[in-house]
T-cell receptor, first 115, second 112 residues
């Protein structure tokens, strides 16, 4: 049973560019959440997608947007990249009817470096 | 105010000894969940243990136990019989609704 799959694993972009990160949730999960983890910090909630709509959003600017597809996979898009966007981006999935007692299942993340 | 506070940036423990990682939380909700995750250098957040706000008994999962003191709003993780493979970052987290709030983490190093 595959867990959460994220691609790419590493990415280097130039300031001002746009980037798209991808996430495939664990089999049976229908909800995807995205987190940003800056170096030396804990993950920060970006947003959550369910039924192809953004259900909840954290304190991130509109440069951060997302999408969820009918197969529950998701994309995170970041426009006009800043140096401060350099971070590990984690995707987490769950089944919306009941978040199990182990919480969300996390992927290994995409490490984005903005130069 | 921080939702989750972890005051120990780094901890060292001798192999086979027990170690306690501290975590305090802040919420006005009656229903919430507390979690501990381990994050090795690979980046994946690995679930360790869960405590529900209504659970009266402390949670245990193998060598991991959670010392839950609701009145003090603390949820400390105890790792018994530490192993070299336990060296990693450890994050305390709280789930409110659909969102997880994480602390800044504690880096644990197990010394042979």
């Amino acid at each position: 049973d595959a867990g959460v799959t994220q691609s790419p694993t590493h990415l280097i972009k130039t300031r001002g560019q746009q980037v798209t990160l991808r996430c495939s949730p664990k089999s049976g999960h229908d909800t995807v959440s995205w987190y940003q983890q800056a170096l030396g910090q804990g993950p920060q909630f970006i947003f959550q997608y369910y039924e192809e709509e953004e259900r909840q959003r954290g304190n991130f600017p509109d440069r951060f947007s997302g999408h969820q597809f009918p197969n529950y996979s998701s994309e995170l898009n970041v426009n006009a990249l800043l140096l401060g966007d350099s971070a590990l981006y984690l995707c987490a999935s769950s089944w919306t009817r009941r978040v199990p007692n182990y919480g969300y299942t996390f992927g290994s993340g995409t490490r984005l470096t903005v130069v | 105010a921080q939702k989750i506070t972890q005051t120990q940036p780094g901890m060292f423990v001798q192999e086979k000894e027990a170690v306690t990682l501290d975590c305090t939380y802040d919420t006005s909700d009656q229903s919430y969940g507390l979690f501990w995750y381990k994050q090795p250098s690979s980046g994946e957040m690995i679930f360790l243990i869960y405590q529900g706000s209504y659970d009266e008994q402390n949670a245990t999962e193998g060598r991991y136990s959670l010392n839950f003191q609701k009145a003090r709003k603390s949820a400390n993780l105890v790792i018994s019989a530490s192993q070299l493979g336990d060296s990693a970052m450890y994050f305390c987290a709280m789930r409110e609704g659909n969102q997880f709030y994480f602390g800044t983490g504690t880096s644990l190093t197990v010394i042979p």
